[in-house]
């Protein structure tokens, strides 16, 4: 007997199925580590000694010959969440500037003056009038130092009108205004944003999905900072360098492009000493918003250690987030465990290595705060409000209430009241429009647009009158600790951010209304 919904349900299942197939292969393959010539035991000794070093490490992702051998996140981080790549949002902005050259919209000896003739200062020095889009492109803009315009509506303007002290393309200096100036050409000669512009031609083929980026106030994409991914994708990206720009069989970038971008144009230090070179992976030369490293390898390279290691030489690629005051010893680990790890021949079985590995793997986690014993101020704080002073986190108030192992913690500042749960003992997940720590947090506009910010929450009783609250804001680099000092009626919360590294706090006072 015919099956009159057969039609109907042949659709669904080939529906299904393409569905299925189209996620299967958004996610790149998976592999043994033996199996692709890696030791196991390198790299467990590699976790090891991220976990004993002053990194704090959220993620890590090494692929070698196109396949994931390893992959790991510090609890509460997680492989579904994005993180903040900082700087290394600068090679993604740089991509674009190679599609635009590609499609001919622009040429890299293109004038930086010619697309914004209607934010020229009202002199245009002959270095200004000299500086390229290549020059940008290679950190050589000239200007000493960059310009602080963060503050200003129209960064471009701000840009076009700070000195140019050095002849443009001759000397390295550091300048993420110069690759927001990126970001704005593209989105000149495209009328879209960089975020939108790569989206058919980067994002869609590699399955990058649910990332976000910064703007400035006028919706121009930040170029140098604020792109967010997450570990596996920024791994697609690397890998999709290390395969001179094809992906699936097909090119999506084209391979004179990626050659262009990963070679040394500049060197950061002409003369440093052969000792320096040997040691330290910022002198090695700079591309196209890319850093050459030692052992033939180069990198997108973020604030605070986040990590995009391309390295031809052993068909490799290796993602990392984290969070770290010295950026030179997290790659070290690369080149003393990972690197020697990596062979020419696929390796014999090592299966006790391999358990231990995927033993360590899975257990990652970050210091919980442990549980602490209740104060017995926690009932007499239910209603009370503690008005603070006048302060540069412009906290106007705090309350507390405590249930279900809960603290909620109210905040009002003098745009909004923030309500945020931290548990006692582990993480509470929850989201909040409250900014968290940030290195650019003072640039206008930058954050708006965004979705709620993603945290985990802790509170512990230092002691009867002293409690701790820490946020960590996971799809970031950062957290915020809250020390919160209880004497009468009378408040003062010591508030820090962990890229201060204990250098740095603000002390807020306040009183019970």
């Known amino acids: 007997m015919t099956d009159k919904n057969l039609p109907a349900k042949l659709f669904i299942f080939f529906l299904f199925f393409n569905l299925a197939a189209n996620s299967q292969s958004a996610s790149l393959p998976r592999s043994t580590p033996e199996s692709q010539g890696v030791s196991s035991k390198g790299i467990l000794d590699f976790v ?3 976990n004993n070093g002053k ?11 196109g396949k994931v051998v390893a992959e790991g996140w510090w609890n509460p981080y997680r492989s579904d969440l994005k993180h903040t790549l900082y700087s290394t949002s600068k090679s993604f902005t740089a991509t674009a500037i190679g599609f635009a050259v590609t499609e001919k919209r622009i040429s890299v000896d293109d004038k930086v003056i010619s697309f914004f003739p209607n934010d020229l200062p009202d ?21 000493d130092p960059e310009p602080n315009v963060r503050g200003d509506s129209n960064w471009v303007k701000g840009f076009l009108s700070a000195p140019i002290v050095n002849e443009p393309g001759t000397k390295f200096l550091y ?4 690759t927001y100036m990126l970001s704005a050409i593209v989105q000149k000669v495209t009328g879209q944003k960089v975020i939108d512009y790569l989206r058919p031609r980067l994002f869609e083929p590699l399955g990058i999905t649910g990332m976000d980026w910064e703007t400035d106030p006028r919706g121009i994409n930040t170029g140098g900072w604020g792109l967010r991914l997450k570990t596996e994708d920024m791994a697609k990206f690397g890998q999709l360098f290390l395969q001179n720009g094809r992906w699936n069989g097909k090119e999506v970038v084209p391979d004179s492009w990626i050659q262009e971008a990963s070679t040394a144009k500049i060197m950061q230090e002409p003369n440093a000493p052969q000792s320096k070179k040997d040691s330290n992976d910022w002198v090695q030369g700079y591309c196209y918003q890319m850093w050459r490293c030692r052992n033939n390898a180069y990198r997108g390279d973020g604030a605070f250690g986040q990590f995009i290691i391309i390295m031809p030489d052993k068909d490799a690629v290796v993602a990392i987030t984290a969070e770290t005051p010295d950026m030179q010893s997290e790659i070290n680990l690369v080149w003393k465990y990972l690197l020697p790890a990596m062979k020419d021949e696929k390796l014999a079985d090592d299966k006790a290595s391999v358990a231990a590995l995927k033993k360590r793997l899975a257990s990652l986690a970050l210091n919980t705060p442990a549980a602490s014993k209740p104060s017995s101020l926690q009932s007499t704080l239910a209603g009370k409000t503690f008005a603070i002073g006048p302060n540069e986190k412009n906290i106007h108030s705090m309350a ?24 006692s003992g582990k993480w509470q997940p929850g989201e909040t429009t409250m900014h968290g720590p940030y290195l650019v947090e003072r640039a206008k506009a930058n954050l708006e647009g965004l979705p709620p910010f993603k945290i985990d929450g802790s509170y512990t009783w230092i002691d009867n009158k002293t409690l701790k609250l820490v946020l960590r804001y996971i799809e970031s680099p950062h957290t915020e600790t809250l020390i919160c ?28 209304n």
């Open 485 to 512: 000092h209880f004497d009468n009626n009378k408040l003062t919360v010591n508030v820090s951010n962990s890229f201060d590294y204990g250098k740095r706090e603000v002390v807020l006072s306040g009183i019970e």
């Open 48 to 50: 090891d000694a991220a």
């Open 400 to 423: 507390f209430q405590f249930a279900n192992n809960t603290c909620y913690t109210t905040i009002k500042t003098d745009t909004a009241t923030y309500k945020i749960g931290l548990a």
């Open 175 to 178: 300048n993420s205004m110069g």
């Open 55 to 65: 990194t704090e490490f959220h993620s890590f992702m090494l692929l070698r010959h």
């Open 123 to 143: 002199t245009v020095s002959p270095y200004l009038a000299q500086l390229t889009v290549k020059d940008v492109l290679m950190m050589s803009d000239g200007q």
